[in-house]
DNA sequence: TAGATTGTTAATCGATTAACAATC
DNA sequence: TAGATTGTTAATCGATTAACAATC
């Protein structure tokens, strides 16, 4: 299952790509400008498409509505998701007022938090008590949460979410969650991915000075 | 080197456990046992530091704090590594207030915008101008921006980031972007992680109703 | 038709895992 | 010593790429 995580990455961005296409009046698009357009080769396009059945036209290529639709479908895009956020700090805040997840068919209903001093029913999106969470949860079907909480509460902020009947958590902390078996995490560490970049970043200064690429 | 990306993401990963074994008070520390912290075999474990050089101890394991020190020494965090924002949204305000990089040794030094209304010289984090950038991080020889524009401005911002000397940029707009062969770019994408597990949350759901695995 | 692009199979490549001798 | 764990090599696995027949 991880995978496919990223083929599944691709597909999005695929989307993303067309949905700009159409913007601009494009019907057509081939493997190789979408390939071009993600960095990836137009093998990696086709076979992609290929492993989801998605056909094209031997000469045409591939037309960009009828692509978004099939993406949309493969990726669960055809009806709005709806998520909550639990812990409602400065990153939930900026999620709650980005606009991106709209057209994305993504809908933020609720963030929940312990702190009282947060709670605000009348907001465009309210932020709740923890303890109302279980029950907004199941009455209205929702499936996929943000975490967002201080470290140190992240596995017990996560049994809880498990516990209300959430299936996928998105993980800000950077606790490695423990999740049961029919349950995804996706973990997203600001760190990490910080500490990444840093390491390539120092690894090509040095590479520049040396003059030459090192040892592989 | 995309290759490589993900050893280098474990090796974080192996270092954000080791600190809090030390907390804890652990002087060694298995293979076996670092696998289970991250979800790797413990085969990885030891292949990751081959790789790098690291050793232990025939039957005495690995001790916490020099793997820890190697771990640094490897990600370049022996040395307060200076970062600035680039667009000084809600995402920005979170990250300037974000308590955890300090720990990592991560400093954002500021924020720059094109919008007046943001700046504030007086912040502990400034919202400086954009046009003072070019100059802010080349006196201060800052190599790491994040990037937290909207999207239609996204490639733009990043060229003047490049010209302005940057390396590497952490790339929160959903725009792939086109970068100088010695710079480096990491994307981290909501919606598209939020897809990502959206999908997989169906999936599992799915899988569960028909109770089996699909076809591989 | 001739030319170009898909769809798919086979080849390649790289990353992960298993196995085991070395050794503490 | 006997037992356990590393370090490394070889085997496995899966993902990417190349190639090319099918075909629009």
Do not use: W
């Not at 993303?16 to 960095?39: E, M, Q, T």
């Not at 949309?72 to 709005?80: A, F, H, Q, S, W």
């Not at 949860?137 to 499936?143: A, H, L, T």
């Amino acid at each position: 299952m991880l995978a496919k995580r990223n083929c599944i990455i691709r597909l999005s961005r695929y989307k993303s790509v067309l949905y700009r296409l159409r913007d601009l009046g494009f019907v057509r698009v081939f493997s190789d400008n979408l390939g071009d357009a993600i960095g990836v080769t137009a093998s990696q396009v086709r076979k992609d498409f290929s492993v989801f059945g998605i056909t094209g036209n031997r000469k045409g290529g591939y037309e960009v509505s009828h692509l978004i639709d099939r993406l949309n479908g493969i990726l669960g895009k055809n009806r709005v998701e709806k998520v909550i956020i639990v812990g409602a700090g400065h990153l939930a805040y900026a999620l709650m007022h980005y606009g991106g997840f709209e057209k994305e068919g993504i809908k933020i209903e609720a963030a929940f938090d312990i702190d009282p001093s947060k709670y605000n029913r009348e907001a465009p999106v309210p932020v709740l008590p923890v303890e109302e969470m279980k029950e907004f949860v199941s009455s209205r079907n929702i499936k996929v949460c943000v975490l967002a909480v201080p470290e140190v509460a992240a596995q017990r902020a996560a049994d809880g979410i498990f516990a209300a009947g959430i299936k996928g958590i998105l993980n800000f902390t950077s606790m490695m969650l423990k999740a049961p078996d029919d349950c995804s995490v996706n973990n997203v560490n600001l760190e990490v991915e910080l500490e990444n970049l840093i390491y390539f970043v120092n690894l090509l200064g040095q590479e520049k000075k040396k003059g030459a690429l090192p040892s592989p």
